[in-house]
């Protein structure tokens, strides 16, 4: 854990830039139709690996929380769990990982689901290359991240850091970043679920909980690769078939608030 900076917060090494805008822009991404498609592929995935049961299924659990946070109707959720056990019928969809590389240099890594693998390499593929990216190979870019659980804190949630932090790595959490008044925590994967209901069992409120890539390492990016590189990861995030999008890069918040001006 990494305690310590010049205002008593806690910090975490690593962190991209592109986790935190993904946080702040989820709420405006939930009002539109296209989440509820990448869910519902997430659902149905889920179910058909693990069965239709949540209780007996923790993969198709956390899809379900990401469902009901984002309001997604129940008839939508009931609709994919049937399709992933096979009770309706409905497209098959393969997972894949692609890997490739951002401009300046930055590390992105995708995690995908499609009924047609060739249409949906050929899309991703053109959306770097026209972007400032190129798509790489398998393995190119996956050792620079790590697999943690990542669970964030409602925004406005009145804390007191020290009894955050007591909380969390009593119940087992890794690190605690607290910068502006955000609380993030991160845990190994198999430890997210308990981690997370230790917190609400505590009454705190949270915005989100879930597995993510958090990068070994940052790259510092600014001026036009700055710019080029936020497009082409809002890019990859509207595409269909992008259930999660990672980089490593990293931007300064004074460049930040320019580029959001």
């Known amino acids: 854990m990494n305690i310590g900076d010049e205002q008593g917060g806690i910090l975490m090494s690593g962190h991209s830039k592109w986790s935190t805008i993904k946080h702040k822009k989820g709420k405006a991404d939930a009002a539109r139709g296209k989440v509820f498609t990448k869910i519902a592929r997430e659902i149905i995935i889920a179910a058909r690996a693990g069965g239709g049961d949540p209780n007996a299924n923790p993969r198709l659990r956390a899809a379900l929380d990401k469902a009901r946070e984002a309001n997604m109707p129940n008839d939508n959720i009931n609709r994919a769990i049937r399709r992933g056990t096979g009770e309706i019928e409905g ?11 951002g401009p300046g240099g930055s590390a992105v890594l995708l995690e995908l689901t499609s009924d047609n693998r060739n249409r949906t390499a050929g899309e991703i593929r053109y959306i770097f ?18 697999r943690k659980g990542l ?36 845990t190994a994967p198999d430890d997210l679920e308990v ?12 915005a989100s909980a879930e597995l993510t890539r958090i990068p070994k390492n940052t790259v510092e990016l600014d001026g036009e690769n700055a710019v080029k590189m936020l497009k082409l990861m809002e890019l990859l995030e509207e595409h269909d078939d992008v259930q999660e999008a990672y980089s490593n890069f990293d931007i300064s918040d004074e460049l930040m608030e320019q580029l959001d001006k």
């Open 129 to 146: 290359s026209r972007n400032g990216g190129s798509l790489g190979e398998s393995g190119c870019v996956a050792w620079m991240f790590d």
């Open 151 to 186: 669970i964030v804190l409602e925004a406005g949630e009145k804390i007191d850091e020290d009894e955050i932090m007591m909380l969390a790595l009593d119940a087992g959490a890794e690190d605690v970043t607290i910068e502006n008044g955000e609380v993030e925590i991160t």
């Open 195 to 206: 981690v997370k209901q230790s917190l609400l069992d505590n009454g705190l409120q949270l």
């Open 91 to 101: 497209a098959v969809y393969e997972e894949m990982v692609y890997e490739g590389y």
